[in-house]
């Protein structure tokens, strides 16, 4: 059974803080599965292409994604390589509502994290996902896309 989340918004602080790694040792392995279960439902629920967990008021380094087959639960995600080449693209953002806008992005990127189990993965992403991948881990880092918006713009509604 997962439940849905209240979505924290702009302008609570747990936006802006730093949020704690994962300790596979010490955290309990069932409540991570819960909360990774109930923030995809949160996630599909308000139609968001990605979340992190502190915008569901955890602040923790956990993110899901939605651009995938089956909706992928990160922990602990690193970007370990951003590529050069950057292209401009629309985002939104669960936690600011109303606002959209153009953001510069590396086009691909490479992803060491770590899975439920606590197992590491790597791998490579590009384009929208490879976007939505650098949006949810600046959460964990405190940053947020209007931070780095070059352009606003409304007409569309891509949200993460
Ligand atoms: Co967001």
Not at 10 to 25: E, M, S, T, Y
Not at 73 to 95: A, D, M, R, Y
Request: charged share 25%; net charge positive; hydrophobic share 40%.
């Amino acid at each position: 059974m997962s439940k849905i989340y209240k979505i924290i918004t702009l302008p609570n602080p747990i936006l802006r803080q730093k949020a704690v790694v994962v300790d596979f040792k010490k955290i309990d392995k069932k409540k991570l599965r819960q909360l990774a279960e109930n923030m995809v439902a949160t996630m599909r629920q308000s139609h968001g292409v990605g979340l992190a967990a502190p915008q569901v008021g955890q602040s923790l380094r956990v993110i899901t994604i939605d651009q995938v087959d089956n909706p992928l639960t990160l922990i602990n995600p690193i970007v370990k390589h951003f590529s050069w080449s950057k292209e401009l693209g629309q985002e939104g953002c669960l936690s600011i509502p109303g606002v959209f806008g153009y953001v510069k992005r590396s086009v691909s990127i490479s992803v060491e994290a770590q899975n439920l189990q606590g197992e590491k993965i790597n791998f490579k992403a590009k384009g929208l996902l490879a976007r939505v991948f650098q949006h949810e881990v600046d959460h964990l880092n405190g940053v947020l896309f209007i931070d780095k918006l070059t352009e606003v713009k409304d007409e569309k509604n891509v949200k993460m």
